[in-house]
């Protein structure tokens, strides 16, 4: 496995923000993407009661090997769509761990320790026609950045995990979030 982590062999993984961003929804377009390409992964997800805006996320544990414990402990990347999101995160992450954030809206984001990409998400989404589909775009700059997959299989599971209405949409967003990292590397930040 070729990803963004100091094992080789387990990546722990986080969409984090509020209830609402549908950030659930991204976590199984890359669980799904990981299974298409033949890699074995634990989703798990937690809501606080309120439907919107109450601390939202969704986690993946990514493994070559038969997993004996599928909750993340010690996350190695998170992006985050909001400053709760974030916040709450904050303690699982691992020093060096890989962190993208929203511009608007992680307004305090760490400042070292951390591998650390502040890129205009929310931006983006709007741009490319509603900041409905922001967390689309955040998954397409993490799985770019984390090396997770293929772009093959991210966009093919985008047409397999979202209605067909908002196929196009969606992956329109997953290449607006690729286009946004490419050429960046480990240890470049947009601060």
């Not at 909001?82 to 761990?97: I, N, T």
């Not at 760490?110 to 922001?134: K, Q, Y």
Request: with cysteine; net charge negative; glycine share 10%.
């Amino acid at each position: 496995m070729n990803v963004h982590v100091p094992h080789p062999h387990r990546a722990e993984i986080r969409l984090a923000g509020s209830g609402g961003q549908g950030l659930i929804t991204g976590m199984h377009i890359l669980f799904r993407a990981l299974a298409l390409e033949g890699k074995r992964a634990a989703q798990s997800q937690s809501y606080e009661p309120t439907s919107r805006g109450g601390f939202c996320y969704s986690d993946l544990v990514v493994s070559d090997e038969l997993g004996d414990y599928p909750l993340a402990t010690r996350l190695d990347m998170v992006a985050a769509l909001s400053q709760v999101g974030l916040d709450r995160s904050l303690p699982l992450l691992r020093p060096g761990a890989l962190v993208i954030v929203d511009e608007r809206l992680t307004p305090d984001p760490p400042r070292e320790g951390f591998d650390l990409h502040v890129l205009p998400i929310l931006g983006r989404a709007v741009e490319t026609g509603s900041p409905r589909i922001a967390n689309v775009v955040a998954l397409g700059a993490l799985a770019h950045l984390g090396r997770l997959v293929g772009d093959d299989a991210l966009e093919q599971a985008v047409r397999l995990e979202t209605p067909a209405k908002y196929a196009d949409l969606n992956l329109a967003a997953v290449r607006e979030g690729l286009a946004l990292v490419r050429g960046l590397g480990a240890s470049t930040a947009e601060a």
